[in-house]
């Protein structure tokens, strides 16, 4: 156990008994793969923990605000609990933690930034909440979930639009993960008076992956999809696509047909 490792136990507030949980809770697939390619004993990489630490967050997260908003339509609970287990929300986290200076990379994915990327760090933290339930139990990883995910989150000075999923982004981010074609965008048709229209946009992304949706905003409807045609693509590729590249710039918007 490195004096580092221990730094992390430090920030996460647990000290591991079985520290061989905590190594493989931070083994990226790539390290795994690079060691077996050399001739070396696989390691056994986060992949696995990373399943099942995203049910047991999932969990903790409905349990804690279903204690705390019981007032709350489904639907309202619904969006709170996807922006706390999101992607973005968890990279946050994994952030503040430090996580990214203990990952256990391959070459190539260290090279390439590993430590920074978002998909690495937000898998890595759900490897953890699983590690630190095989080790310590149900109560240590909802301690941790409430102090470092939850946090002071207020669910009344959340807005919806806070909450909202970017989902140009992450397909953008998805496309050039896949060295696949830009998403183009168009305005298929607009209906309705002028003070209460319903647009329907048009998002491609090659020759494949096409899908239309309406909205009540231009934005709305892209946001859909946009969303669709993600999760076309996520379907097609198994879902093994790191989203995390959110500084590049938005996808061109092609002109009203």
Known sequence: MTESL?????????????????QR???????????????????????????LGDSILGFIVS????????????????????????????HEVAADLGVGAHLLLGRGEELSGGRAKRALLANALEAL????????????????VLHQVVGDFDAEKAGDE????????????AAQQLGLPMPRYAIAKESGPEHSKTFTVEVRVGHQFAERAEGTSKKAAGQRAAQMVLAAILAANDGDVGLDSAQHPPAPELPQE
């Open 63 to 90: 349990e804690v605000l279903v204690s705390r908003y019981p007032t709350y339509p489904e639907g309202r609970l619904s969006k709170l609990k996807a922006y706390l287990v999101s992607a973005n929300h968890l």
């Open 129 to 144: 909440i699983a590690a630190l339930y095989l080790d310590a139990g149900i109560e240590a990883v909802r301690r941790f």
């Open 6 to 22: 221990t730094v992390l136990e430090d920030r996460v507030g647990y000290s591991f008994q079985n520290k061989e949980l905590l």
């Open 162 to 173: 806070a909450l909202a999923v970017d989902y140009k982004s992450a397909l953008q981010e």
């Open 25 to 51: 809770a931070l083994t990226h697939k790539s390290r795994a793969f690079e060691a077996a390619a050399h001739g070396a004993e696989r390691q056994d990489d986060n992949e696995q923990l990373e399943f």
